[in-house]
């Protein structure tokens, strides 16, 4: 089951059988929180199918989506090394089953896996650098911009085009760009009737290369 998740793929099949054999299977329904941004946890979760959102939110109740997860993913990493609060609300989208492995058996494993450790720091190194280009978009792009690359590097190729497996509604997209629902639906629907885009059952297929400007 670990087989297919980045962070161990470097793993021969007796480390892998271990973390298995140290793992607990968990399933939960649509709009379950695993996890609470403030939560004392100590687990690393690895997806093993569903969907989930990671979210954080202001007094208000604004919320805005940092990511989302699917099968393949994990989360909790960061806390499983470290031992503080959770940065992150991780609510499941749609019904999830995911594997948790505890934080000291984790170490154990770790501490006897140079090759898992190496993978682990390139898996932060990743983050931070991603939590940096989010922070360049937010600062010197407009909404046009950052809705255009969300949807670059959400969509995937399939049959001479590019399609965006993710249901994601008009909030969901405004939640995860820092934007107004109303005017995603204003470029989206702009977009449409250029030709350039075109919306499915809340998949949006990227018919043709998205212009510069809006």
Excluded: C
Excluded at 161 to 171: D, N, S, Y
Aim: proline share 2%; hydrophobic share 45%.
């Amino acid at each position: 089951m670990l087989r297919n998740v980045s962070l161990f793929a470097h793993l021969d099949d007796n480390m892998l059988s271990r973390l298995e054999g140290i793992a607990v299977k968990r399933t939960y329904p649509r709009n379950t929180i695993l996890i609470s941004k403030g939560d004392a946890t100590d687990h690393l979760f690895v997806v093993l199918s569903g969907r989930l959102k990671v979210t954080i939110s202001d007094d208000s109740g604004k919320e805005i989506i940092i990511s989302l997860l699917g099968a393949g993913d994990y989360f909790g990493e960061i806390a499983v090394i470290d031992g503080e609060f959770r940065t992150a609300t991780i609510v499941t989208t749609e019904p999830t089953e995911v594997l948790t492995i505890a934080r000291d058996e984790f170490h154990r494993v770790l501490k006897s896996s140079p090759e898992l450790m190496f993978d682990l720091l390139m898996v932060l190194a990743k983050k931070v650098r991603v939590a940096t280009e989010k922070l360049e978009s937010l600062a010197f792009d407009d909404v046009y911009g950052r809705l255009v690359k969300l949807l670059t590097q959400l969509a995937k190729p399939r049959d001479n085009q590019w399609i965006v497996e993710e249901k994601l509604t008009h909030q969901d997209i405004a939640d995860m760009i820092g934007s107004s629902r109303e005017m995603v639906s204003r470029i989206i629907k702009a977009l449409a009737v250029g030709g350039y885009i075109s919306t499915q059952k809340k998949r949006i297929t990227i018919k043709r290369r998205l212009p510069a400007r809006f």
